[in-house]
């Protein structure tokens, strides 16, 4: 089994902060990339920003410079820094990992439960 539980989403005002996390556990053998989603109803869900084990970075350029993605390999944690969030940030937002539960398996993509994000004008 393999668990993502997100946590540090809420309600905040335009141009504040918030701060997700992202812990994966259970039966993980390797963490590829991690990774932060966003959906709103009505619309596909879409890619904030990513990062791969090593550190390699990527961003949808709506949040370029005001979010920033990390990871703590050793906790199997990804957070999201959001700083000057925006009404249209508004979203519930999903973790997802790209991992390998074995050394021979293959990897694939596992989703956590989503923590929603409002921003108030």
């Known amino acids: 089994q393999v668990q993502l539980v997100e946590s540090g989403g809420g309600l905040v005002q335009a141009g504040g902060s918030l701060r997700l996390s992202c812990v994966a556990s259970?039966?993980?053998?390797?963490?590829?990339?991690m990774g932060w989603y966003r959906q709103v109803p009505g619309k596909r869900r879409e890619l904030v920003a990513a990062i791969t084990s090593g550190g390699t970075t990527n961003y949808t350029d709506s949040v370029k410079g005001r979010f920033t993605i990390s990871r703590d390999n050793a906790k199997n944690t990804v957070y999201l820094q959001m700083n000057s969030l925006k009404p249209d940030d508004t979203a519930v937002y999903y973790c997802?990992?790209?991992?390998?539960?074995?050394?021979?398996?293959?990897?694939?993509?596992?989703w956590g439960q989503g923590t929603q994000v409002t921003v108030s004008s």
């Open positions: 997802n990992a790209l991992l390998k539960r074995t050394a021979w398996g293959m990897s694939r993509g596992y």
């Open positions: 259970g039966s993980i053998f390797s963490i590829n990339a």
